[in-house]
């Protein structure tokens, strides 16, 4: 196997719109047109990997797009891949293997081939064994014989297995199912005469009437979760059911997984390492090069295999694929508190038809974020439209700032990102600090020329993060900036927004429901209580030890360190820790 290989990424290639410098600079071209990079039958740059070699990194760099990446692949990788898609595609190499009576987590970035692999192992994606031009005859057995995946392919084949799928996207379920009730389909799939209880336990009964395509994302998510579970299936597989669900339900959906386990396989793809952590028996770590290739480690006890993952090396395979450890400190650097107050909202009351809203008042610091806190449907979204002024409220008059807004659900608009961040930044955008502190960080580069509308969830939402911040403002305010963005670039995102704000010297309100990203980056929190859909109430700004401990209270959780990363931990309910901290009231980490 060459130990390089090409990866070409199509939707930026655009050989009409340049000079094609791969072709130009290619060492393999001057001794024999069309040896190395040429143009193939997809009207894009190809080359054969067999010949590629580490020089041609050169003509990858000229590429004026950046759609061309040169990479090496492990050592370690002694057979071909287990799917590609394509000449110059990503390919994945192994798989997660589920296991009776476990719930398998799995950790790992964006773009490395952890939604292919439930694709694959749900049957929804035939794998070609690297074979993507289809010239071999492929036997999976063969490739499998001696491991237990090669089994389960065996029982899949011959239908002795049978598989319940979440997918990641649920607002496709919108286009898919347009048209039909709610309930019609529940009641369609309910093989185990479950959907009451989780229809119960996820407060789910005002929607059953609804068309699937009124939804809004949290409530597509929790009826991809039921239809997923009222399944009778051997293996379920749930990729990311932690987005758009508020804290409440995530701890809630962890409980419902957690009670499925008993001779069922179940794999959950996560990013909120707070749930993977509370729901997960092991933990398999999914690693490599995003959008390249990617690989699955074996599985490992769950803090072992998170704190792992976080550290960038695999000890039993002596692997690292991460040149730096990531680290949760009690706050991110440069983090100060500052008295100065930058802007005050008073006691606000907003009544719809169905809902009411109360707000007491409070105040933001310069330099200061307020993390948001609490259920959906109790009116966090209507708080930052009524402190912008997008809505009015019935009660209470806000004072003007001057402000950046980053909504729940995001749209694409058909431009390019360079065009998007400019229209955003003005002339800041090419100073070297904007360059520096938001493209770098952010990671953006390499998205500058591709189009809004064909960014990944996650992508998008970084993209419009650095939006929100390149505008000239006081406040930012962010709604659910951590949906759909890995763990690294969760905590990576945080530091940014928190560094931004400290440096700038302006204040930050931002909702998110995962509770370490709000931990990790918030000095005060603004906790919203009541009944979801009914009355929602705010009593004012706490700080961040009283807020989470109210918080965490209300889920009827306890919180502790990892003392090896600084991670939070979700104590098992019941375990001595977790009895000491409630005897104290101390729901918060010690």
């Not at 057995?141 to 049978?162: A, P």
């Not at 409980?255 to 001779?263: A, N, V």
């Not at 699955?296 to 450890?325: P, W």
């Not at 998008?460 to 650095?466: R, S, W």
Request: glycine letters at 8%; aromatic letters at 8%.
């Amino acid at each position: 196997m060459n130990k390089f290989t090409a990866i070409v990424n199509k939707d930026k290639c655009a050989p009409n719109k340049c000079q094609l410098e791969c072709i130009k600079f290619d060492p393999l071209n001057r001794v024999k047109e069309g040896a190395g990079f040429h143009i193939g039958e997809s009207k894009k740059s190809e080359i054969d990997e067999k010949v590629v070699t580490e020089m041609h990194k050169i003509p990858a760099k000229k590429c004026p797009f950046e759609a061309i990446k040169i990479i090496k692949l492990p050592s370690e990788l002694k057979e071909d891949p287990v799917h590609q898609y394509g000449q110059n595609a990503f390919r994945l190499y192994t798989l997660p293997v589920p296991k009776k009576g476990t719930v398998v987590g799995i950790i790992g970035r964006n773009g490395i081939g952890k939604s292919t692999a439930l694709d694959v192992l749900s049957g929804n994606l035939k794998p070609n064994l690297g074979d993507f031009k289809g010239e071999k005859e492929l036997d999976l057995n063969e490739r499998f014989s001696h491991s237990v995946i090669g089994d389960y392919f065996l029982d899949l084949q011959n239908k002795n297995v049978k598989v319940s799928y979440k997918p990641q996207r649920v607002e496709l379920l919108s286009k898919a199912f347009k048209g039909k009730i709610v309930k019609d389909l529940i009641s369609k799939n309910d093989e185990r005469n479950l959907s009451k209880i989780l229809i119960k336990e996820l407060s789910f009964e005002h929607l059953l009437n609804r068309k699937v395509e009124e939804l809004s994302g949290g409530e597509l998510q929790k009826l991809a979760i039921i239809v997923c579970l009222i399944k009778d299936a051997d293996v379920y597989y749930l990729d990311e059911p932690m987005s758009f669900l508020d804290i409440t339900t995530r701890i809630k959906v962890s409980l419902l997984i957690g009670k499925l386990k008993e001779q069922k396989s179940i794999i959950v793809v996560e990013h909120d390492l707070t749930a993977l952590d509370y729901i997960s028996d092991e933990i398999q770590i999914a690693y490599g090069e995003r959008s390249a290739y990617g690989i699955f480690s074996q599985s490992k006890g769950v803090r072992n295999g998170i704190n792992e993952y976080l550290d960038g090396y695999i000890k039993s395979d002596n692997i690292k694929f991460r040149d730096y450890s990531i680290r949760f400190n009690e706050s991110p650097t440069g983090m100060t508190k500052r008295a100065e107050v930058l802007f005050e909202f008073p006691t606000m009351e907003k009544k719809f038809s169905n809902f009411s809203l109360k707000v007491s008042s409070g105040k933001l610091n310069k330099s200061e974020v307020l993390g948001v806190v609490g259920a959906n449907g109790l009116g966090k979204s209507t708080f930052l439209k009524l402190i912008t002024g997008q809505e009015r409220p019935d009660k209470g008059k806000t004072e003007k700032i001057n402000f950046s807004y980053k909504p729940q659900y995001l749209e694409a608009e058909e431009i390019t990102v360079l065009e998007y961040l400019k229209k955003k930044a003005g002339s800041s955008f090419n100073s070297g600090w904007y360059k520096q502190n938001i493209l770098e960080k952010l990671g953006l580069q390499h998205l500058l020329q591709s189009q809004m509308n064909t960014l990944s969830g996650g992508e998008l939402q970084k993209v419009c993060v650095a939006g929100c911040l390149s505008e000239d403002v006081e406040l930012v305010v962010m709604d659910e900036p951590s949906a759909f963005v890995d763990v690294e670039d969760r905590l990576n995102m945080a530091e940014i927004i928190k560094d931004f704000i400290v440096i700038k010297e302006i204040g930050a309100i931002i909702v998110d429901h995962d509770i370490q990203f709000v931990d990790y980056l918030s000095d005060g929190l603004l906790v919203f209580e009541g009944v979801p859909a009914v009355d929602g109430h705010m009593k004012g700004a706490h700080e961040k030890r009283e807020g989470m401990n109210q918080v965490l209270k209300m889920l009827n959780i306890t919180y502790r360190v990892d003392k090896t990363t600084g991670r939070r931990r979700i104590n098992k309910p019941g375990s001595q820790l977790d009895q000491d901290q409630r005897k104290k009231g101390e729901f918060y980490y010690r």
